[in-house]
Nanobody, 120 residues
């Protein structure tokens, strides 16, 4: 599975962005997710979606502001980001796994990352 992330950019605090992660080679596996890495920090989990059951998981810092979803063909996963804050500034990565137990770590496939910058 090859993953291509897009949709990053510069936005003012309080604004919105929608990230996309397109899968090629095959449709998405059992779980798709988004991680982010801010400058000087470790990569952290943001959100995950169980593609079979539709269950979603979120980091506490983005609950109520971000939403992960997928298209019906299961070839693209989205991250809708609302009420953005400067602390959300990071490179965002999408990831996928064929293992339905993979939620917060242990992903097999990674996209290249897309930069989100939130200005104050």
């Amino acid at each position: 599975v090859q993953l291509q992330a897009s949709g990053g950019g510069l936005v003012q605090a309080g604004g919105s962005l929608r990230l996309s992660c397109a899968a090629s080679g095959r449709t998405f596996s059992s779980v798709a997710s988004w991680f982010r890495q801010a400058p000087g920090k470790e990569r952290e989990f943001v959100a995950a979606l169980s593609l079979s059951g539709g269950v979603t998981y979120y980091h506490n810092s983005v609950k109520g502001r971000f939403a992960i979803s997928r298209d019906n063909a299961k070839t693209t996963v989205y991250l809708q980001m609302n009420s953005l804050k400067p602390d959300d500034t990071a490179v965002y990565y999408c990831a996928a796994s064929p293992n339905s137990d993979t939620i917060y770590r242990g992903y097999d496939y990674w996209g290249q990352g897309t930069l989100v910058t939130v200005s104050s």
